[in-house]
């Protein structure tokens, strides 16, 4: 049987990108066959298709971490899901399972329910978003209401879910974008101040907000030279985390800066605790959990129908959203 998938043969970003009938995968041991509603686009997925991800692609390959669907065969072993099943897939760092498809196959240990209180786009677009903020905020800085968090480039899905996240302790968020485009829809997220960094000094916002305090901890995807910004606004002890490298590899840490607050720099990956079972869990009930009470749910900026997969691609490159990309695979 056939099936339709996104698909590439060789490197060099979106415009190798191909729709196309492939063979319908059979799960193995401890996985099951999805076949997926909807699935959600992330910025390293664009990095993958450049071969500028950690992880190289198999060519010809598949892409894609975030689904949502039913789950239509399960292969030997497989204890806790059935057929019939309604799933999402949570992040992963293999390039073994690519659910940017019709059908996709997928490893047990990385899904989770698909809450009924959530559309198909939202269950989709849960995961990436809220776990990649939970270490960072909730394990690791133990976040509360007493705290400022910078969070840099929050229109993107990780900022929204960092802001979310930040709410539901109570802290008081201090939230960037470029320009005062996106300010109005980042305040509707619940940031309690947006600062338009090509229009304002960072450090000088930060320092009045928090009536010279500075942040205690920074949720930062754009890393570079971008560090200094708010370097003279850390408060004491603070935590930042530098997760994403949206101005290059090579953070530009000012040690002198960094050792007047006791600061700690620290680069983050969702993927160091996803592979661990426990803090997996962890990770997964704390967001069911706040879900159920209708908390935690995820923006979804646009959604595009299958066969405009590609487009949606193009879409996420001109970086206009203010939250998730997702394609549904059953819309005309």
Request: cysteine-free.
């Amino acid at each position: 049987m056939k099936t339709t998938a996104l698909q590439f043969h060789e490197t060099g970003g979106v415009d190798s990108l191909r729709i196309e009938q492939i063979d319908r995968p059979k799960p193995g041991p401890g996985e099951v066959l999805i076949n997926v509603k909807a699935f959600a686009l992330n910025r390293a997925d664009i990095l993958y298709l450049e071969d500028n991800h950690y992880s190289v692609a198999s060519l010809p390959s598949g892409l894609g971490s975030e689904a949502a669907g039913v789950i239509e065969e399960v292969g030997e072993g497989v204890h806790g899901f059935q057929i019939g099943d309604r799933v999402s897939t949570l992040p992963h760092a293999t390039t073994k399972y690519g659910v940017h498809a019709q059908h996709a196959v997928f490893d047990t240990d990385f899904l989770a329910p698909w809450q009924d209180k959530l559309s198909k786009e939202e269950a989709t677009s849960t995961w990436m978003e809220m776990l990649t903020a939970y270490y960072p905020l909730i394990e690791i800085a133990n976040l509360t209401r007493e705290d400022f968090i910078l969070i840099p480039a929050a229109s993107s899905s990780a900022g929204l879910g960092a802001i979310a996240l930040a709410k539901d302790v109570g802290a008081t968020v201090i939230a960037t974008t470029r320009t005062r485009q996106k300010v109005a829809d980042i305040l509707a997220s619940s940031a309690d101040y947006v600062v338009a960094t090509d229009e304002e000094d960072l450090n000088a916002r930060i320092l009045e907000v928090t009536d010279g305090a500075g942040v205690r901890v920074v949720y930062d995807p754009i890393g570079g030279d971008f560090v200094d910004e708010y370097a003279e606004a850390l408060g004491e002890n603070a935590l930042v985390f530098i997760y994403g490298v949206l101005r290059g590899m090579h953070a530009q840490i000012d040690i002198v800066k960094m050792v007047r607050k006791a600061a700690t720099v620290i680069p983050y990956s969702l993927f160091n605790h996803m592979r661990h079972a426990d803090q997996r869990q962890r990770g997964v009930n704390y967001v069911l959990e706040r879900q159920e009470k209708g908390l935690l749910v995820p923006k979804v900026d646009r959604v595009f129908a299958f066969n405009e997969a590609i487009d949606a691609y193009r879409y996420m490159l001109k970086g206009n959203q203010v939250g998730k990309i997702v394609v549904s695979t059953d819309t005309p």
